[in-house]
């Protein structure tokens, strides 16, 4: 038995295919947008990790590189990177909940993806 338990990370995106299958869990999702070489991005990846770790059965946190889904980029008319867009299942289409570019603190995130959660 070991001391340290493996935790949960956001999901990488490989494509738009997928995040639409992610969309019919009927989960929050929180997506956050970025890309490699970001500063801002890498501060934010372990704050975004402890989030979808701590929200693994209730939410669904995912990243969505530049590079790998630009078409998301546009589909959110996403202009800079870190941006955080967090949806919610609403009848046949979905409500965007919250959004913000830039760096965030974990609480903020935490309680925006609550109060998702209790709205479902």
């Known amino acids: 038995m070991g001391i340290f338990k493996k935790r ?3 999901a990488q995106l490989s494509s738009s295919i997928e995040f639409e299958q992610l ?3 009927g ?3 929180l997506v956050d947008f970025m890309k490699y070489g970001c500063q801002p991005c890498q501060i934010m990846d372990g704050i975004v990790n402890e989030v979808a770790d701590e929200f693994q059965e209730e939410a669904i946190v995912v990243k969505a590189n530049l ?3 630009p078409d998301l980029f546009s589909k959110f008319k996403v202009r800079s990177t870190p ?3 967090l949806l919610t299942p609403q009848g ?3 409500h965007l909940r919250w ?3 830039g760096l965030v603190k974990k609480d903020v995130m935490v309680t925006n993806v609550q109060r998702a959660i209790e709205k479902l």
């Open 92 to 94: 046949n289409g979905l």
């Open 99 to 101: 959004r913000q570019s």
């Open 83 to 85: 941006t955080f867009v």
């Open 67 to 69: 590079d790998k889904v």
């Open 8 to 10: 949960h990370k956001a």
């Open 23 to 25: 969309l019919t869990e």
């Open 27 to 29: 989960k929050p999702v």
